[in-house]
Nanobody, 120 residues
Framework: QVHVVESGGGLVQAGGSLRLSCAAS????????MGWHRQAPGKQRELVAH???????NYADAVKGRFTISIDNAKNTVYLQMSSPQPEDTAVYYC??????????????WGQGTQVTVSS
């Protein structure tokens, strides 16, 4: 059984910092990449950041320069360091994991999300 669980969400003041964690467990496949998306009420889910197991990163323009994604392959864990969060960053943050089936196929699994609320 594969489990993907986010943690670290909560209330933070604008200009503060917060670190989200996402751990994948119970998998029989190696991880190709992990990432974060977010969804505010009434809005579409959007990419926040993405990182491959090799450390190649991509960021949404809205968070580039403020958020940092990192991966610990040994722990099958991805982190999102949120620096200087702003109220517009308030959303449910979802972790996704891409398991490597072969060099052209992958299985994507999503966590249940963690709420991040940024107060002004």
């Amino acid at each position: 059984q594969v489990h993907v669980v986010e943690s670290g969400g909560g209330l933070v003041q604008a200009g503060g910092s917060l670190r989200l964690s996402c751990a994948a467990s119970g998998s029989i496949w190696s991880i190709k990449a992990m990432g974060w998306h977010r969804q505010a009420p009434g809005k579409q889910r959007e990419l926040v950041a993405h990182i491959t197991s090799g450390g190649v990163t991509n960021y949404a323009d809205a968070v580039k320069g403020r958020f940092t994604i990192s991966i610990d392959n040994a722990k099958n864990t991805v982190y999102l360091q949120m620096s200087s969060p702003q109220p517009e960053d308030t959303a449910v943050y979802y972790c996704n994991v891409e398991f490597d089936l072969d060099h052209h196929r992958y299985l994507e699994v999503w966590g249940q999300g963690t709420q991040v609320t940024v107060s002004s």
